[in-house]
């Protein structure tokens, strides 16, 4: 578990669709310093999901940066994806994986493909690919 999980679960609480807070704010929220990147280098806060395990804790919240003041040292998050805490027919289980740019994808696929019954996916298939003309 992240020590950023925290802000998943601050901001994943709210139902505003924008929340301002300062890098202090954060802090005090995750219980730690940010780190000195945060402070210095304005692409530490992209919505690059593969940025840091930050930005996957606001991403998984249904967030992302926006208006990123560097010197003043406050950032909006606005909500990106529907909140399920205010809107529960909008709940969904959570992606296998927020890793994958396709993460979300999951299950998307279902029902495309039919399987026989009994039918070993380990063994190989031997195929013809001889052809007639």
């Not at 505003?16 to 005090?28: G, L, T, V």
């Not at 003041?69 to 296998?96: C, E, T, Y």
């Not at 039918?119 to 003309?133: A, F, K, M, N, R």
């Amino acid at each position: 578990m992240s020590k950023y999980s925290v802000l998943t679960t601050f901001l994943a609480s709210r139902t505003q669709p924008r929340i301002s807070m300062s890098f202090e704010d954060i802090e005090r929220i995750v219980g730690a310093r940010l780190p000195q990147s945060a402070f210095n280098h304005r692409a530490w806060w992209s919505n690059n999901p593969t940025n840091s395990v930050m930005t996957k804790a606001w991403l998984a919240a249904g967030f992302r940066s926006e208006e990123v003041d560097m010197i003043g040292r406050k950032l909006v998050f606005a909500r990106h994806l529907p909140n399920p805490v205010s809107d529960p027919a909008m709940a969904r289980p959570a992606a296998a994986s927020t890793t994958s740019p396709l993460a979300g994808l999951f299950g998307g696929l279902r029902g495309t493909i039919h399987v026989e019954p009994n039918t070993d996916l380990t063994q190989p298939v031997s195929i013809d690919w001889t052809v007639e003309g």
